[in-house]
């Protein structure tokens, strides 16, 4: 949903925004604080409904301010209980987000551009192009709209207990937009999520990785797929400009010194192409320095892919190699498939706006 210039998109600020907002224009700091409840415990959006403020201050808000989330254009239920949103972002463009409902939580996967640059080569969105960044209220919009379909924290209930980063993009490419969502998503007077349960997903951008140690409290994922750099050139290309050691570097320093702080590995089983023996070897070898958690993804089909989705016998015999080995190997199950909403899926609805030189010039300029 578009924003008219004149007024100020009240869900682009993160707590301390807010408030600096609100001394900048006269009014007292705590103001941020009133809204930030009101916006996100309450899911209120009219400014005449904010009871505990004062008639001039809700006018002045009603001239000068809207809270405006992306408008929901459809919405899909698997039979294995997924949803899945389309949301409208302006210019013929929209987004997807998907809600995973399992009896001990509720994951929400959120993106974080329209479309994406990157490229890899088993990945629906990629496969699309990029078109824009989304601003803070389009990313943190995804989840307002989320708690609000699914009766989020009324009456106490918390339908959505963890959120991923694993939408459409690459999250770090858009690091200006993504902290403040960040934040909101772990504020207690926001969504109020640990940051255990608030995963950032990357290719693998090295710099963005430390920025990102520096700035919040989150856990990361790492979209791996592949033990060494020929095999993982060809399915991440950003890995011709952060290789896996300069990679792996990263995920050590993001984790040192942070016990609650986890990097989770993200290998997508592709039939004949990642999921041999000797593949799950060179994986045990390459992450002996730098452990976490492996998570095997079964291959997602798209139209116009020309990968396969590994047998459940070899998914299985690589988990068993790698457990073999004291590692934690998870094999994700796969949720949503019949509306295109697993993991890969994700496609939206947009104009690609890049052509191929410029999504490598995106990639090396990072």
Not at 91 to 119: D, K, M, Y
Not at 230 to 245: G, I, Q, S
Not at 265 to 274: A, K, L, P, S
């Amino acid at each position: 949903m578009s924003t008219p210039a004149a007024l100020t998109n009240l869900l682009d600020f993160d707590r301390d925004s807010l408030r600096q907002w609100f001394v900048a224009h006269g009014h007292s700091a705590f103001r941020g604080d009133q809204l930030l409840k009101w916006i996100y415990h309450q899911q209120v959006t009219d400014f005449a409904a904010m009871t505990n403020l004062g008639k001039d201050l809700r006018d002045w808000l009603q001239v000068n301010a809207v809270v405006a989330p992306p408008q929901i254009v459809s919405e899909q239920q698997s039979t294995d209980g997924t949803v899945k949103w389309l949301f409208d972002v302006g210019t013929g463009n929209a987004i997807e987000t998907v809600f995973i409902p399992e009896p001990s939580r509720g994951t929400l996967c959120v993106s974080s551009q329209v479309g994406c640059a990157l490229n890899c080569s088993f990945c629906a969105t990629g496969a699309q192009g990029f078109n824009r960044n989304l601003s803070t209220a389009e990313i943190i919009g995804q989840v307002w709209q989320a708690a609000n379909r699914l009766g989020h924290q009324r009456n106490g209930t918390r339908r959505i207990t963890n959120i991923v980063m694993m939408g459409m993009g690459e999250p770090l490419l858009n690091m200006s937009a993504l902290l403040p969502a960040l934040r909101l998503m772990c504020e207690d007077l926001a969504f109020g999520l640990a940051g255990r349960r608030v995963t950032v997903s990357t290719a693998g951008l090295v710099p963005a990785i430390d920025t990102l140690a520096d700035s919040v409290d989150v856990s990361l994922a790492v979209s791996l797929h592949a033990a060494d750099d020929d095999l993982r050139n060809e399915l991440v290309p950003l890995n011709r400009k952060y290789p896996t050691a300069q990679l792996l570097d990263a995920c050590a320093r993001y984790s040192r010194g942070r016990v609650k702080r986890t990097v989770t590995y993200e290998y997508t089983m592709i039939d004949g192409v990642n999921d041999q023996i000797q593949h799950a070897r060179k994986l045990i070898t390459l992450l002996r320095r730098v452990p976490g958690k492996i998570n095997l993804i079964p291959f997602n089909p798209f139209p116009g892919t020309r990968y396969r989705c590994s047998s459940e016998t070899a998914i299985a015999k690589f988990q068993q190699q790698l457990m073999a080995a004291d590692f934690i190997a998870t094999v994700r199950r796969t949720r949503g498939q019949d509306i295109d909403a697993a993991c890969g899926q994700l496609a939206g609805d947009f104009m690609d706006r890049t052509s191929r030189r410029q999504r490598i010039q995106m990639q090396v300029a990072v």
